[in-house]
């Protein structure tokens, strides 16, 4: 065997566009995550606390169910009209907290850059934006009273805090921020 010298250096199987691991271990959190953070905590408050302004038309909501479940099926019991009534106030206004406290409890994962919790935040804004678009078109006048366009304005306002929330979770700059270690 001829004596070659030592063999050529292996090319390097890293990505080329991902950096350094320790130029990532200390990456500063970028603005677009901070925004998205502040977006979902406003959203989720201005959710919690549109849910507890109907909360305070339970009755009124409650007996809007019943006629309109009453209208819809004239033969069907009182008892199952009371239980329909029932679970769509409890739906209507249950999902609302359901929705402010996930989005809280997953803006804070985000914001240490869980990569699980950006998923579960866009699941989450697409789901809200359903729900405030049903809700929206459930209430009718007799249900909120004078509530109504002050619930419709919340609701409005949070589906455009979540909207922005998801998209800035997303843009340039914040895909190293979920790449990064999670152990510092």
Do not use: Q
Not at 127 to 151: C, F, K, N
């Amino acid at each position: 065997m001829s004596d070659l010298g030592a063999p050529p250096p292996r090319p390097s199987t890293a990505r080329l566009s991902m950096p350094p691991m320790a130029a990532l271990e200390e990456l500063s959190r970028p603005m677009v995550i901070t925004f998205s953070f502040w977006c979902w905590i406003l959203g989720s408050l201005l959710a919690g606390a549109t849910g507890a302004l109907a909360a305070t038309k339970v009755d009124a909501m409650r007996t809007e169910f019943a006629r309109i479940a009453r209208d819809r099926d004239a033969d069907a019991a009182k008892s199952t009209i009371d239980s329909v009534a029932s679970a769509s106030v409890l739906i209507v206004i249950g999902t609302g907290v359901l929705l402010a406290v996930l989005g809280l409890l997953l803006a804070f994962a985000m914001r240490t850059a869980r990569g699980w919790a950006r998923l579960f935040l866009t699941v989450l804004a697409i789901i809200g934006v359903g729900y405030a678009a049903v809700v929206v078109s459930a209430l009718t006048d007799p249900m909120l009273e004078d509530l109504r366009t002050l619930v419709t304005a919340g609701l409005l306002a949070y589906t455009v805090l979540v909207v922005v929330a998801a998209v800035w979770m997303y843009l340039p700059g914040s895909n190293a921020w979920f790449r990064r270690p999670k152990g510092k």
